[in-house]
């Protein structure tokens, strides 16, 4: 069965420090790629997606991932986090055949950054 | 106008009432979605509808029945449920269904009693 695994589920760090968030999935055909971000009270937006191209791809508000395909790795990075960052992210990956496709969530991380 | 819109925010209800969820987006989207969300845990997919038809029905009980009047609503209609059905349902649309970019709204904070 298709999964999509989010190793780190909290990540403390401190203002300016660098970030790094997992995500693998096991799928072997074509995957659409996506991170979403929960703010405390606010819905899920997205950040950032991967649909084909250049596999490292930059979103909004500093945010950037890389689809490594041979590692089946999507893993999001922001070179200097900032308070206002902090929230749940999720990976999400969209595979399957037409008329089947799904969207399946990792189980989120949570991330906090100290002032 | 990117928005998705949920009413209500908050909904509790008894065991044995009958409630609605409702759902809008003029983004002239053809594909909706229904999401149950607990907490700490992701999204899971109830539901989908495209072109106001439903194509995904992951095995959801029968208490929960999702509507789709025409390409910008999405009911979700709520009879007889559990204390475990307490949860976020999320609402989310798409311009097609799958692959593509969901939109999700702020979500509707079930609670039953």
């Known amino acids: 069965a298709q999964s999509v695994s989010q190793h780190n589920h909290h990540v403390i760090l401190s203002e300016a420090a660098s970030l790094e968030l997992g995500c693998n999935y096991s799928?072997?055909?074509?995957?659409?790629l996506f991170w979403y971000v929960q703010y405390p009270g606010q819905h899920l937006q997205l950040l950032l997606k991967?649909?084909?191209?250049?596999?490292l791809v930059k979103g909004i508000k500093g945010f950037e991932a890389e689809f490594i395909k041979s590692k089946f790795s999507f893993n999001l990075r922001k070179p200097s986090v900032q308070w206002s960052d902090t929230a749940e992210y999720f990976c999400?990956?969209?595979?399957?055949?037409?008329?089947?496709?799904?969207?399946?969530f990792g189980t989120g991380t949570r991330l906090k950054v100290l002032a | 106008d990117t928005e998705v819109t949920q009413t209500p925010k908050h909904l509790v209800m008894g065991m044995t009432n009958k409630k609605s969820l409702k759902c809008e987006q003029h983004?002239?989207?053809?594909?909706m979605y229904w999401y149950k969300q607990k907490a700490k845990k992701p999204p899971e997919l109830m539901f989908v509808?495209?072109?106001?038809?439903?194509?995904i029905n992951e095995s959801v009980p029968s208490r929960f029945s999702p509507e789709c009047p025409n390409s910008s609503l999405l009911n979700l209609h709520l009879h007889a449920l559990q204390p475990e059905d307490s949860a976020l349902y999320l609402c989310?649309?798409?311009?097609?269904?799958?692959?593509?970019?969901?939109?999700f709204g702020p979500g509707t904070r079930l609670t039953v009693l």
């Open positions: 983004m002239g989207h053809r594909a």
């Open positions: 989310a649309s798409s311009q097609d269904q799958f692959p593509d970019t969901q939109y």
């Open positions: 509808y495209s072109y106001e038809k439903l194509s």
């Open positions: 999400a990956v969209n595979a399957g055949t037409s008329g089947t496709y799904k969207y399946i």
């Open positions: 991967y649909f084909s191209g250049d596999p």
């Open positions: 799928y072997g055909g074509t995957v659409n």
